[in-house]
Each structure stands twice: as C-alpha cells, then as structure tokens.
C-alpha cells in the first residue's frame, strides 16, 4: 500500500544540537510530502510539505527535501530549541476516489530538547 | 485562517454508552475526515466524506459510524463505546480538488476515555 515509514522516539537532544528525522515513503507514483507537528496537548499542525521531487519544504527553521531516489524525506533542523519539543508526523498524500485527498501517516517521533 | 473545531476536548464516557463526537469547519471545504491517534500507530483514518450526505470507510472504521448532513459538519458516531476505543480523535478538512499542493487542516483533537 502507500505507506511512511519514519524513525521511532523518543529522540533526546541537547539544546543547539543538530536534528535528522529519517521518512521513508513507498515508491507509488510521486505524492506530495508533508511534516506535521504536534505539540504537547495540540492538534496537528503542518509544519511543512513539498509536492515534487528535489522541492525542498522549509518553516521555523526546519527544512526536507524530497529526494526520488531514495523515496525519502528526512526532516532536519540545524539548531533545535526547547521549545521545538513535540512529535513529528511525516505523511503523504493518497487520492479519494472521489476526488480530494487523503493523509497517510508515519507513526510519530517524538523529540524532546533539553537545556 | 482555516478553523476546524471540536467541540469536545474531554470526554468521559462509559462502556455500551452511545457517543458523538462534533466538528465544524468553516472554509466551505467539501473533504473531511475522522482520523484517531494511539501512541505507537501514528494516526489512523476511521472515516471520511468528500460531500454532504457522502462518506467513506477509511482504514479502522469498525465500531463507528458518521454523518454529514450539512457541509460544514461532519460527525464521529460510537455506537456502544468499548475500552478499546480510547483514544484521541482528531477531525480535519480540505479542499475537494485533486491537486497535489492541497492542505488538510486539523482540529485540536478530542481525547476520549472510555471506562
């Protein structure tokens, strides 16, 4: 099926330290790519998406590349916060039959920055 | 900005209990969607509809049912709560078009304990 496949948490860093968020997707035709966010007792926010191959997604910082040759889009940020402290959903798009699209999600990685 | 709503942010229900869940979106958007969210699965689609009156089982739908019978709302129906529907229940919209730079826009979630 279409599926996402992102690294397990928790992940633990040092404020300033540098972070990587591994997703991987099927290789099903070339669906929009998307980070969300999901900061502790929120909803999910999107936090940033790329729709073709070699487009780069970037907010607050964070940036992901969809890169067709390795059917990824790793999430990264080169100096992470306190306050980026949340959970991370990669996902992709899927088409309805009836028209519009669907979220197809990884299962989450959780960050955690301390000071 | 797009607002998706959930009218209930707690619930305490007990088992057989029949329960509804609420959402309103306010952008006119003709997709939305019941997705529910358990640590170490990611997100999970229970069902979506792509227009009034319209709907479609997604990837869980066991044990739910919906309905939509204005636009703007789509509602998350648990016929006889169980335990193992705890969970917390996130509503989202989009637009009805097939293009692939289409957001989904999330409420905050409803966390829902059945006891």
């Not at chain 1, 279409?2 to 997703?23: H, K, R, W």
């Amino acid at each position: 099926g279409n599926s996402v496949t992102q690294m397990e948490g928790p992940v633990t860093l040092s404020e300033e330290a540098f972070l990587t968020i591994n997703c991987t997707y099927t290789a099903t035709g070339y669906p929009s790519l998307f980070w969300y966010v999901q900061y502790p007792g929120e909803g999910l926010q999107l936090l940033l998406k790329a729709t073709k191959a070699d487009d780069k997604g970037s907010n607050k910082g964070f940036e992901a590349t969809y890169r067709k040759e390795t059917t990824s889009f790793h999430l990264e940020k080169g100096s992470v916060q306190v306050s980026d402290s949340a959970v991370y959903f990669c996902a992709r798009l899927n088409p309805l039959t009836g028209g519009g699209n669907k979220l197809t999600f990884g299962t989450g990685t959780q960050l955690k920055v301390e000071l | 900005d797009v607002k998706v709503t959930q009218s209930s942010r707690y619930l305490v229900k007990r088992t057989g209990e029949k329960v509804f869940l609420e959402c309103v979106q306010d952008m006119d958007h003709e997709n939305m969607f019941w997705y529910r969210q358990d640590p170490g699965l990611g997100l999970r689609l229970i069902y979506f509809s792509y227009d009034v009156k319209m709907k479609e089982k997604g990837d869980i739908p066991e044990g739910y049912s919906v309905s939509r019978e204005k636009k703007e709302r789509f509602s998350l129906i648990l016929e006889s709560a169980s335990t193992n529907q705890t969970s917390m229940y996130l509503c989202a919209s989009s637009i009805g078009t097939a293009s692939s730079g289409n957001t989904i826009y999330f409420g905050e979630g409803s966390w829902l304990t059945v006891v």
